[in-house]
């Protein structure tokens, strides 16, 4: 700052607007600066996630710099990740065995070669002497793309029964040592022994990771972590969002289009949210934008909301009700609730009867659902939908253009009841509305059927409202209440679901209810309902966007069955051998997160010899993820493991080598946005500070170490496609993270309008020399707007200063909004009953999964066998939560939010502390029946009770302890290590409080894994049956 | 019922600060509100202050305290954030045999870091703990490193303090919330109430009838802590 300033923190020209990623939130943030180091952050006025409402997007930046918005206490303490002493700076090269918290830093490009060519890496440690380590070359076998895209069609072909294994072995003779298993072609090449995990991962970087992974190594293994989230809360929003419509992929009309998403309550505007195994004042995307919608409704009297939580959490402090319901049985809830609604004649049937896109226009509806479809029903059960042809209807002919093709195709109709009638059904018509009955049971050319509708009543009758209660362990006065707060807003009430409902072996079920419930009140769409998140396309790939960043003309196709076995029929595979399948395979689901290690363990499908990690800490953040280190640890099943870290962490301290990454204040990456945010938006991440890491070359130009410069590296030795010159083609070159992310904000500047008429302005003389000055101290290996200009010419770099002025781009508050309903729509078909769900079977049962939302017991093995601890005296059942002060595995630096809470605690109802003759402050060991010791066993020779402190609290059910997630560190900063033979000491502080992570249970028959939801793809955390042990 | 989005509250109450510093230092008395119904009890005041002020360890202008009440399933519970009172007969002024700590003319209760002798009878004398000694220390002490972040200059009382050598204040001095005056003579509001995600924090000048934190006083029930003590706090409590 200027000397005179008093204040520098609001000079526009100590600022630089960028994203939080202290959670996955991502509240805009402002950095401010002072002497090239960040100071101080606060929110960015222009992001809806911290000002209600942000103010508009063309404010003044001098004005702006005067206000801030508001975030949490993590967003707060941010600079302390950023700073924190703990960090790695140089490439760290294992010393030791694995595990033993012994490195050498190396040089970058010794640390290239290495991983790239493999040898004996680490022949210097004891055991490991004549130890060859595979390199990528090893793994890159398959490079001719013309060869692996011919071979990706033929593999789909021997699963479609298009062609044998023989005629594929004779076809490809040539080309079958490429393959990990000539005799199972579908397992792919080799080339996917190579896998790519991640566990935070945010646009652009994602492109850099698909790009070097998928289409670069030619791999089909890039992994997220979405189930150890909410991963069935997402494969819910997939199938609830499959469209049957023309497939051009397929040439036929299916189920297609379903996205991995999901809905939320539109805060601002709803009268009533029920939260259901959701904390919005403490995580759940998230506080800071969540919260002053809430208590500002509650202030004003909008607003009324309800918590179901076996926990009081904090926004149980705000709510008209409070029902600590019993873990696993939130559908039970929902049912209840249900019930009631049909039984009182409280649902929208108006919404309902509408069977198509027609007759939902015609209401001025933006959805419509498949309530009024009609389901065959075999030996009582419900199975597919009723085609047209099975009685008689003719097939519809239509025609469809799709991306400049137009293709003539028959669709069978659905059909639904009317007037003593059966009635065709074309989903996507828009001449023809058609309406429903929706209770429909009868019988028509034989052949039984019911509504969805229908089954969804059948099942909530099923039971009396009482014995939902007794299921669920609450009060039937309450679920009633419930029911009828629900039902007396029309559309501005919404059930808001999340982990607490997906995070068990019936998640995708309990989530199915939930939404089902929303559907009964036809609330998608409208404000106050259920919404979806909306954002603006930087990749280029929408009309009119200037720069296309897919364009990649030597990709190498990658196909086959991934590792983790996801996205793949098991019976259609040439593994296929009867059930139980020796692991699960995740037709619905992708992105299993605990299936990527044990996978490798079992070298099932196939053995692994590469992993890269980046961003994430299975070990530390999985149920059960103390089995990871059994694997991670041993270097026959896994040869060659690669981490990206900020710190040493606890599971990069297994790692061969670590590449030290940037973090949020030094990178870019293109956040998106969240199912509660109506308005359409993408934050933009930039470099505010200088890069901490070293400073290497790669192709011939300086850059920080990080995961972008890693790629690159690799990519310039192994002269990958789609990374240096022409990359994206003639004249567009991939050889700095630059050529990839400011084309992208220059499509991002143009909007998503292809007439341009969204296109932000060019930054004015004054705004540009702000934005100069904001970066005085960044080096030109970040900043270089010589370089910029190069990439995107004068006009789009102007442009997309503008855009980095205000941190990305954000539609303005009101413009969400269109009359009663949502201006950024879903718009399309919900589906209440899930005929592609039913369509799958389960890999190791056989049988079909249910195409009903239903409440299904929790708590089971992967066999669906109820698994009995409590017989064993394991009577507690551990849930965890997250406090607002932690985000899971990296926020042990955080020293100011330390110093608020130094540990956490292990939550007891006063009734089972005296059962246990506990009281606050008693130390106790968690143990369960698959980890009876308490134990984290680091495989290094050192293990780590589960210990904690006890808190007594009425803020609990009976029956079910709690603990926060973010503590009981034994890496991060919290341990000696050893570098280049000094040892560097651990601070104690980040080593308090308790992770119980290592009691959930493991599943009995897939002996190395947590039990999981086996539709959904969810990690289970809510439902452990555990003892504490007082020591 | 509607929904009623009309410009956030701290945009209005930025407005507030704006008009009462067009008049004269006497003819503002700043006060604080905290609706006790909307705090969230995140701690993103705690922890803004701390990185605002650049505080110590040991040092914690405005904790947030929690108070759970009721039998299962009936259960309350109320976070109330504590900053300094700014009592308009402030115990901790008598207490200080220097003069250092005193009460400005615009209600604020002050602390002149260059007379302070960090004696500490403020400390003890506050009924309200919301004083505290800066002992010097760093959180990031016995790392590989103290970082940067720590050792920048903080803008309490319109002055640049850095904490980077021995003695310098505001090292060994007592040290409290200020309301943030740096900031608010700036036109900003103080750190705690702009980071306040419940929007429970009000701030502004009593003396200004049209001021939200005036309105607010005028049409909901309040409290203050330890009124008993008579020390006539500017930090209000709704309930």
């Known amino acids: 700052g200027k000397p005179q300033d008093k204040y520098p923190l609001d000079n526009p020209e100590n600022i630089i607007y960028s994203v939080c990623l202290q959670c996955n939130t991502g509240c805009g943030i402002k950095v401010k600066l002072l002497n090239g180091q960040a100071v101080k952050i606060d929110g960015n006025p222009y992001s809806p996630w911290t000002m209600y409402p942000s103010i508009k997007y063309a404010t003044d930046i001098k004005e702006a710099a005067k206000i801030d918005g508001a975030i949490c206490p993590k967003g707060q303490s941010g600079i302390q990740t950023v700073y924190d002493p703990y960090r790695i700076r140089r490439v760290l090269k294992r010393a030791g065995k694995r595990g033993s918290n012994k490195w050498v830093s190396i040089p970058f490009s010794q640390a290239i070669k290495e991983i790239v060519y493999g040898g004996k890496l680490f022949a210097s440690v004891p055991g490991e002497e004549n130890r060859v380590v595979p390199g990528l070359m090893d793994v890159w076998a398959l490079r001719d793309p013309q060869v692996a895209k011919a071979m990706a069609a033929d593999v789909e072909n021997l699963w479609n029964k298009k062609m044998t294994l023989a005629e594929f072995q004779s076809k490809w003779a040539d080309h079958l040592d490429k393959l990990i298993d000539p005799a199972h072609p579908d397992l792919g090449p080799k080339n996917n022994q190579f896998v790519f995990a991640w566990g935070r991962l945010k646009g652009g970087r994602s492109e850099f990771i698909k790009r070097f992974t998928n289409d670069g190594l030619g791999s089909i293994n890039t992994h997220g972590h979405t189930t150890v989230c909410q991963g069935s809360l997402y494969f819910t929003g997939k199938a609830m969002s499959e469209q049957y419509a023309f497939d051009s992929k397929k040439g036929k009309v299916d189920w297609t289009g379903g996205d991995k998403f999901y809905w939320q309550a539109d805060t601002p505007n709803s009268e009533f949210i029920l939260f259901v195994g959701a904390s919005p004042f403490e995580a759940n995307y998230g506080p800071a934008q969540r919260i002053p919608k809430i208590t500002e409704g509650l202030e004003c009297g909008r607003l009324k909301i309800a918590v179901v939580d076996p926990r009081y959490n904090k926004a149980a402090s705000k709510a008209w009700k409070w029902l600590p319901n019993k873990p696993g049985t939130e559908a039970a809830v929902a049912l209840a609730m249900i019930n009631w609604i049909i039984s009182n004649n409280k649902y929208d049937a108006r919404y309902l009867a509408n069977a198509n896109k027609a007759a939902a226009t015609a209401d001025g509806e933006p959805t419509w659902s498949n309530a009024s479809w009609l389901v065959k029903i075999v030996d009582g059960k419900p199975t597919e939908f009723l085609r047209g042809s099975e009685i008689g209807l003719p097939k519809i002919s239509k025609s469809e253009t799709i991306s400049g093709t137009t293709y003539d195709y028959e669709l069978d109709p659905l059909v639904v009841w009317k007037d003593g009638q059966p009635v065709a059904v074309d989903p996507n018509s828009t001449a023809e509305a058609v309406e429903g009955e929706l209770d429909v049971e009868t019988t028509i050319n034989g052949i039984t059927v019911k509504s969805s509708f229908r089954l969804l009543k059948d099942h909530a009758l099923s039971k009396t409202i009482d014995e939902w209660a007794d299921i669920c362990g609450l009060e039937p006065e309450d679920l009633i209440a419930l029911a009828r707060e629900f039902t007396s807003h029309g559309k501005k009430a919404a059930a808001d679901v999340h982990r607490g409902v997906s995070q068990h072996t019936n998640g995708f079920y309990n989530v199915g209810v939930w939404m089902s419930l929303n559907l009964l009140i036809g609330n998608f769409d409208w404000k106050g309902g259920m919404i979806k998140a909306s954002t603006y396309n930087y990749d280029g790939t929408k009309t009119g966007k200037p720069f296309d960043m897919t364009k990649n003309p030597g990709k190498i196709a990658n196909f086959g069955i991934s590792s983790i076995r996801h996205n793949v029929k098991y019976e259609n595979t040439t593994i296929f051998n009867g059930y139980p399948a020796k692991r699960h395979w995740y037709t619905l689901a992708s992105d299993v997160y605990q299936e990527i290690i044990p996978s490798i363990g079992d070298a099932y499908p196939y053995p692994v010899k590469v992993l890269f990690q980046y961003m994430g800490s299975p070990v530390y953040s999985l149920p059960g993820g103390h089995k990871n280190i059994e694997v991670l640890s041993d270097v026959n099943k896994l040869p060659l493991y690669v981490a990206f870290d900020i710190v040493v962490g606890e599971s990069s301290m297994y790692a061969d080598y670590i590449f030290p990454d940037l973090t949020y204040l030094e990178r870019w990456e293109f956040h998106g946005s969240h199912p509660n945010v109506a308005q359409k938006v993408q934050p933009v991440r930039q470099p505010a500070i200088a890069p901490l890491t070293e400073k290497v070359t790669v192709f011939g130009q300086t850059m920080p170490i990080s995961l972008e410069t890693v790629l690159l590296a690799i990519a310039e030795e192994m002269k990958l496609p789609g990374f240096g010159t022409d990359a994206f083609g003639p004249g567009r070159h991939l050889k700095h993270q630059d050529d990839m992310y400011i084309p992208m904000l220059a499509n991002l500047a143009f909007g998503d309008d292809a007439t341009g008429k969204e296109t932000v302005p060019e930054a004015s003389a004054e705004e540009i020399a702000v934005f100069y000055a904001a970066r005085k101290h960044l080096p030109k290996e970040v900043f270089d707007p010589q370089r910029w200009q190069a990439l995107v010419g004068e006009s789009w770099f102007k442009r997309i200063i503008y855009l980095l002025n205000r941190g990305g781009l954000y539609q303005d508050f009101e413009k969400a909004y269109d009359g009663e309903k949502v201006k950024n729509k879903y718009g399309k078909q919900i589906n209440l009953y899930q005929e592609k769900t039913y369509k799958t079977k389960n890999s190791m049962t056989g049988k079909a999964f249910p195409g009903l939302p239903q409440y299904i017991r929790p708590y089971a093995d992967a066999l669906g066998r109820p698994i009995n601890d409590l017989s064993e005296g394991y009577n507690l059942t551990l849930i965890t939560y997250k406090d607002i002060l932690h985000t899971k595995s990296r926020t042990a630096s955080n020293y100011w939010n330390l110093a608020v809470e130094s540990e956490n605690y292990i939550w007891v109802n006063p009734r089972d502390a005296y059962r246990y003759g506990l009281k606050t402050g008693d130390r106790v060991k968690i143990v369960s029946a698959s980890n009876t010791s308490g134990v984290w066993d680091l495989k290094n020779g050192q293990k780590k009770e589960m210990i904690g402190k006890v808190k007594v609290t009425e803020g609990i059910r009976d029956g079910v302890i709690a603990f926060s997630l973010g503590w009981g560190h034994w890496s991060y900063g919290s341990q000696d290590v050893t570098v280049d033979g000094k040892v560097i000491k651990g601070d104690s502080r980040r080593r308090q409080g308790v992770h119980g992570n290592a009691a959930m249970r493991l599943d009995p028959v897939i002996n190395n894994t947590c039990i999981s939801d086996l539709a959904g793809g969810s990690a289970v955390f809510y439902d452990t049956r555990v003892k504490l042990v007082k020591v | ?239």
């Open chain 2, 1 to 239: 019922m509607s929904s009623s989005v009309s410009g956030d509250k701290l945009l209005i109450m930025q407005e507030d600060v704006k008009r009462a510093l067009a008049r004269p230092l006497s003819q503002r008395q700043w006060a604080m509100v905290i609706d006790l119904k909307k705090c969230a009890g995140c701690h993103a005041c705690t922890i803004a202050c701390i990185a605002e002020n650049v505080l110590p360890p040991h040092v914690i202008y405005r904790p947030v305290l929690e108070q759970e009440s009721g039998v299962f399933p009936n259960v309350k519970k109320q976070f109330i954030p504590r900053p300094c009172m700014h009592c308009d007969k402030p115990p901790c002024v008598p207490a200080c045999p220097v003069g250092a700590t005193f009460k400005q003319a615009d209600k604020v209760v002050a602390v002149n870091y260059e007379k302070c002798i960090g004696c500490g009878r403020c400390v003890t004398a506050c009924p309200y703990s919301a004083r505290a000694l800066d002992d010097g220390s760093f959180y990031t002490e016995g790392t590989p490193a103290v970082q940067g972040y720590e050792k920048r200059p903080n803008f309490e009382y319109n002055q640049q303090w850095k904490r980077d050598s021995a003695f310098a204040a505001p090292k060994g001095r007592a040290r409290k919330c200020t309301f943030c005056i740096h900031r608010v003579s700036q036109g900003l509001l103080p750190a705690c109430t702009v980071t306040c995600v419940g929007r429970a924090t009000y701030f502004g000048d009593l003396a200004d009838p049209n001021a939200l934190v005036s309105k607010l006083l005028k049409q909901r029930k309040y409290m203050r802590l330890l009124e008993n003590k008579g020390t006539n706090p500017r930090v209000y409590y709704l309930l």
